[in-house]
C-alpha cells in the first residue's frame, strides 16, 4: 500500500462544476503539499498546509491530521483547470517527501 | 528570486552511454530532490540531497547516482543507459519541512 493515496485517478467535469480531489496518508506528517502539472511537464505548488484551511481564488485545500486526509476543491471549475493533482507529504526525521500518484483532471466546456 | 533551473532541456542518448542532468535550486534552499516521471506514470523518488550529503535513495539501482556541490546544486548521473530510463526527470527544492516545494521545468531524458 503506498504512503499517499488519492483519488480519483481520473476525473472529467463540466465547466463550472465543483471538483473535490482527495489525498490520504498513512505516515505522521509536519506538511502536506498540493501541486499542479500542466502537459509538458511543469510542476507549480499550489499549497503547503500543515493544519486548517487554505484559499486562494477558486481553490481550497483542507487537511485534518487526525484522520490523515486533505482534500483539495476547485470551485467553478475552468477548461485551464485541466491538468494532473498531485498530493505529496514531508514525513521522516529528513524531511522525506512522497508523492501520491496524481489525479488527471479534464474540465469540458 | 530565480526559480529551480535545471539542463539540458531535452538529452538525447544511445543505449550504453552515459547521461548527466544537472540542477541549481533557489538560493538559499540546501535540499534537492530527484524524481523521474515515465510516460503515464507519476513522480517516482531518485534522490534526496541535503547539506551536500545524500540523506536517501527510492527504490532505483546504483547506475543512477548523483551529487551535491557545495553551493548546493546537484548533479544527476545515469550510468549504462537503458531504453526504459526515457524519461522527465524533476529536481525540487526545499529550504525547510515547512516550506513550499519549488520545481524546476525537468530534463526530457530520450534513450534510443
Known amino acids: 500500500k503506498n504512503e499517499v493515496e488519492q483519488s480519483p485517478q481520473n476525473l472529467t467535469a463540466q465547466e463550472g462544476e465543483f471538483i473535490t480531489i482527495n489525498c490520504s496518508y498513512s505516515v505522521g506528517i509536519s506538511a502536506l503539499h498540493w501541486l499542479q502539472q500542466h502537459p509538458g511537464g511543469g510542476i507549480v505548488s499550489l499549497f503547503m498546509?500543515?493544519?486548517g484551511k487554505k484559499k486562494h481564488g477558486r481553490l481550497i485545500a483542507t487537511i485534518n491530521i487526525q484522520e490523515k486526509h486533505s482534500s483539495l476543491h476547485i470551485t467553478a471549475s475552468h477548461p485551464r483547470d485541466s491538468a494532473v493533482y498531485i498530493c505529496?507529504?514531508?514525513?521522516?526525521?529528513?524531511?522525506?517527501?512522497?508523492f501520491g500518484t496524481g489525479t488527471k483532471l479534464q474540465v469540458i466546456p | 528570486e530565480a526559480g529551480v533551473t535545471q539542463s539540458p532541456t531535452h538529452l538525447i542518448k544511445t543505449r550504453g552511454q552515459q547521461a548527466t542532468l544537472r540542477c541549481s535550486p533557489i538560493s538559499g534552499h540546501t535540499s534537492v530532490y530527484w524524481y523521474q516521471q515515465a510516460l503515464g506514470l507519476g513522480l517516482q523518488f531518485l534522490l534526496w540531497?541535503?547539506?551536500?550529503?545524500?540523506?536517501n535513495r527510492g527504490n532505483f539501482p546504483p547506475r543512477f547516482s548523483g551529487r551535491q556541490f557545495p553551493n548546493y546544486s546537484s548533479e544527476l548521473n545515469v550510468n549504462a543507459l537503458e531504453l526504459e530510463d526515457s524519461a522527465l526527470y524533476l529536481c525540487?527544492?526545499?529550504?525547510?519541512?515547512?516550506?513550499?516545494?519549488?520545481f524546476g521545468n525537468g530534463t526530457r531524458l530520450t534513450v534510443t
Open positions: 505529496a507529504v514531508n514525513s521522516g526525521g529528513y524531511q522525506k517527501v512522497t
Open positions: 540531497y541535503d547539506e551536500g550529503e545524500e540523506r
Open positions: 498546509l500543515s493544519s
Open positions: 525540487a527544492s526545499i529550504r525547510t519541512s515547512n516550506s513550499p516545494l519549488h
